[in-house]
Nanobody
Framework: LVQLEESGGGSVQAGGSLRLSCSAS????????MAWFRQAPGKEREAVAT?????????GYSHSVKGRFSISKDNAKNTGYLQMDRLNPQDTAMYYC?????????????????WGQGTQVTVSA
């Protein structure tokens, strides 16, 4: 049974930082693609960062977070991370990690096989 569990969310003031973690069980490694999505109230779930299992250069960021967020993983711990810096109120959302087992990375939520329950991030002005 594959399970993903996010942690690290919370409330922070604009300009602050948070580091989200995604702990995976039931997988031998974070294949084939790990991604972070977010969903704000009344909005669609959107991908903000992706990382291919090979790790080498296989990362991508949405325009809204590029330069502020950084995705990474520790294969030994089977854990993925999302470092979020210079947060602003528009970053307020529930954040989810997701795993796609095959066929590389995608920006479409429908292409992912496993999801965590999410962790709330709230940024105040």
């Amino acid at each position: 049974l594959v399970q993903l569990e996010e942690s690290g969310g919370g409330s922070v003031q604009a300009g602050g930082s948070l580091r989200l973690s995604c702990s995976a069980s039931g997988l031998d490694y974070l294949r084939d693609c790990m991604a972070w999505f977010r969903q704000a109230p009344g909005k669609e779930r959107e991908a903000v960062a992706t990382m291919h299992s090979n790790g080498a250069g296989g990362t991508g960021y949405s325009h809204s977070v590029k330069g502020r967020f950084s995705i990474s993983k520790d294969n030994a711990k089977n854990t993925g991370y999302l470092q979020m810096d210079r947060l602003n109120p528009q970053d307020t959302a529930m954040y989810y990690c997701a795993i796609r087992l095959y066929s590389g990375c995608s920006w479409s939520k429908g292409d992912f096989d496993y999801w965590g329950q999410g962790t709330q991030v709230t940024v105040s002005a």
